[in-house]
């Protein structure tokens, strides 16, 4: 089992940034990538950034530009730093760990962007 707790989620107006992290522990080796997704109401959840064990990283083209995915393997934790934030990125954000072919999440972080 792989246990995920985000935090770093809040009100930001529009232009402004947040940094979420996301803290893994429990059986964590052999884990193949981590990243963020989120869901807005009534949408479905969709991919935000990736980063693979290797350190490559893909990000959805609505972010792309403006948010940043890292990592630190010393502590174990995921980093997505948000910049330029809009109304649109309003939404659940959730960490996710892929192992051994499952999916693991943390229980969701939410950001509000105001306009």
């Known amino acids: 089992q792989v246990q995920l707790v985000e935090s770093g989620g809040g009100l930001v107006q529009a232009g402004g940034s947040l940094r979420l992290s996301c803290a893994a522990s429990?059986?964590?080796?052999?884990?193949?990538?981590m990243g963020w997704y989120r869901q807005a109401p009534g949408k479905q959840r969709d991919m935000v950034a990736r980063i693979t064990s290797g350190g490559s990283t893909n990000y959805a083209d609505a972010v792309k530009g403006r948010f940043t995915i890292s990592r630190d393997n010393a502590k174990n934790t995921v980093y997505l730093q948000m910049n330029s934030l809009k109304p649109e990125d309003t939404a659940v954000y959730y960490c996710?760990?892929?192992?051994?072919?499952?999916?693991?999440w943390g229980q969701g972080t939410q950001v509000t962007v105001s306009s």
């Open positions: 996710n760990a892929k192992r051994g072919g499952r999916n693991y």
């Open positions: 429990g059986s964590i080796s052999s884990i193949d990538a």
